[in-house]
């Protein structure tokens, strides 16, 4: 089994950054969508720099999940964020996120998904479902709000 498998995430966003040529804002869509994606796979492929390449110079980041979990949990700037990146993903194994729901209006873009994997501190296997948001401002990430819980229609 691969360590982190993105592909899903990214195939999604891919085919969504296509579909959008069909709405009343589609290039501010498309783009918006190309960059997200840009960042999971530069994640997937342990490219920091290259996944806060489009971070906005006020960058805002927040997770609120599961005290499990030892993530950080707010960061602001590029900086604190690509460190927030590097141990929130590095406290993670096998780790295999799904899209359930992907929304683009304006400059946000909202991802429910669920994934699983293993919490390496702990060995120990989670399940979560989550709600993503994204926040552009003059083309650049702005702003990434993530929600996650114990993903309970599996216990």
């Given amino acids: 089994m691969k360590a982190k498998d993105f592909s899903g995430v990214t195939r999604r966003l891919r085919r969504a950054a ?5 709405t009343e804002n589609a290039s501010a869509d498309q783009q918006n969508l190309r960059s997200i994606q840009q960042l999971i ?3 997937d492929r342990g490219d920091l720099e ?19 979990f030892q993530w950080i949990r707010k960061a602001t700037g590029p900086e604190e964020l690509r460190e927030a990146l590097r141990q929130n993903f590095e406290s993670l194994s096998e780790q295999h996120p799904e899209v359930t729901t992907l929304t683009t209006q304006g400059d946000t873009i909202v991802i429910i998904g669920r ?16 709600v993503q948001r994204f926040l552009f401002r003059d083309g650049r990430l702005a702003s990434v709000t993530v929600i996650a819980a114990h993903d309970s229609s599996v216990d």
């Fill in 115 to 130: 994934e699983h994997g293993i919490i390496k501190a702990t060995n120990a296997p989670y399940r979560m479902q989550f």
């Fill in 18 to 22: 296509r579909e959008s040529v069909r």
């Fill in 41 to 43: 796979e530069a994640i």
């Fill in 50 to 68: 290259a996944a806060i390449a489009n971070a906005h110079d006020n960058v805002r980041f927040e997770i609120c999940g599961p005290p499990e």
